[in-house]
């Protein structure tokens, strides 16, 4: 499990959270932990430095094993490509199923052999409401289910109902999306009042 990751200086330059200055750990809880804020704040960023970046500092509770998934690793055209058998699975599944349908068989067919940090990048691309939802619960039943510590970067309200943990890359940012969000929510009952 990942207690803290203190970014190299590369990468702390692109992580708004932790400007250069800013010379201090960010910290993890053992379960489910979410990163929110704008496009170009470092989420991104911080997973693929924190699963690739040598120089980077990442203070781990034991020598872990850390997979990251992001929305290309879990697309049907890069994934499973050592395993035929499972590949020729998805793909005929995928041929009659949507893309959020795929995203949860890739999730359900991975090979977790041993991780015990996961690192996902916005698993709501192309995902709708309802997928979002299901795919969240898998999430979270994953984490719980094969003590697997989750870090994912993500925009949508699904994904943080179910978090342990959530860090803000700006300041006041899941309080702006909950506002925005039930302003959205203010609006549409103008015109279908329930």
Request: hydrophobic share 30%; glycine share 4%.
């Amino acid at each position: 499990m990942i207690e803290k990751i203190l970014p190299c200086i590369n990468h702390s330059r692109r992580i708004s959270i932790l400007g250069v200055e800013n010379k201090h750990y960010l910290s993890f809880s053992r379960g489910y932990n979410v990163l929110i804020g704008p496009n170009g704040s470092g989420k991104t960023t911080l997973l693929e430095s924190t699963y690739s970046c040598k120089h980077c500092k990442i203070k781990q509770s034991k020598k872990n094993l850390i997979k990251y998934l992001s929305i290309e690793s879990l697309n049907e055209n890069t994934l499973f490509k050592t395993n035929p058998i499972i590949r020729a699975i998805i793909d005929s599944r995928a041929t009659f199923s949507s893309e959020g349908q795929f995203a949860k068989e890739s999730l359900s067919f991975q090979n977790y052999s041993g991780e015990d940090c996961l690192l996902i990048d916005t698993p709501e691309t192309g995902l709708d409401y309802n997928e979002e939802k299901e795919i969240s619960k898998l999430i979270k039943k994953l984490s719980l289910k094969n003590d697997i510590q989750i870090i994912l970067a993500t925009h949508s309200l699904r994904f943080i109902e179910n978090a342990d943990r959530i860090i803000e890359f700006e300041k006041s940012y899941l309080e702006r999306m909950l506002e925005s969000n039930n302003e959205t929510v203010k609006n549409l009952r103008k015109f279908n009042p329930s």
